[in-house]
C-alpha cells in the first residue's frame, strides 16, 4: 500500500516530468528540422549571390561589347581596309598600320576615318597614292597628313587621315 500511495503521490510530478521530456523530444526534432532548412536556405543564398555576381558580370561585359561595337570596324569597313591595302600594293606603299575610328552618322552622310601609317619612297610616290585614293570610286576625302624623313633609308614615314564617306539615300 506504501507504493501505492507513493505513487498517487507522486503521480503529478512523474506525469509532469514525462511531459517535459516529451516537449524536449518534439522541440529537439523541431529544431533539428528547421536546422536542416536554414542550412538550405543558406546555401540557396550564397548560390543565389554567384549567380548575381555572375550576371553582374554579364552586365558589364555586354557595356564592354556595346562599347567595341562603336568603336571596332562592321564588314563595311573591312571592305575599305582591303581597298586601301590593294592601292597601297599598286603604288609601292607600305602601310604599317590601320586603325578605324568611330563612325560619324550625320543626317545626309555616314563618315568613316581611317588613320593610316605608310612608309613611302618620295613625295612623288605619296602624291600618286593620295591622288589614287582620292579617284577611287569609294568617296575617299584625305584629311591630314604628317610627313617624317627617314634619313638614313630615304624613305619618309607619312600618317594620314583617310575618311570613307557614303552618301545616305
Keep these: 500500500m506504501e507504493l501505492s500511495a507513493s505513487l498517487n503521490k507522486y503521480k503529478n510530478i512523474v506525469m509532469n516530468l514525462a511531459l517535459i521530456i516529451l516537449a524536449v523530444i518534439v522541440s529537439g526534432n523541431i529544431y533539428k528540422r528547421q536546422s536542416a532548412d536554414l542550412a538550405s536556405i543558406n546555401r540557396n543564398i550564397a548560390e543565389e549571390k554567384k549567380k548575381n555576381k555572375v550576371f553582374d558580370n554579364l552586365g558589364k561585359l555586354e557595356k564592354k561589347i556595346d562599347a567595341y561595337k562603336k568603336v571596332l570596324p562592321g564588314e563595311e569597313a573591312t571592305t575599305v581596309i582591303n581597298v586601301l591595302n590593294a592601292i597601297a ?56 597628313v604628317g610627313i617624317n624623313s627617314d634619313r638614313q633609308t630615304q624613305d619618309m614615314n607619312v600618317s594620314l587621315v583617310v575618311s570613307k564617306i557614303a552618301f545616305r539615300e
Excluded at 104 to 113: G, I, L, Q
Design 89 to 144: 600594293k599598286d603604288f609601292n606603299v607600305r602601310i604599317t598600320s590601320i586603325r578605324p575610328a568611330p563612325e560619324e552618322r550625320k543626317d545626309d552622310y555616314t563618315k568613316s576615318a581611317f588613320q593610316l601609317n605608310i612608309v613611302v619612297s618620295g613625295y612623288q610616290a605619296l602624291g600618286r597614292f593620295i591622288s589614287a585614293l582620292e579617284n577611287h570610286p569609294i568617296f575617299f576625302v584625305v584629311e591630314s
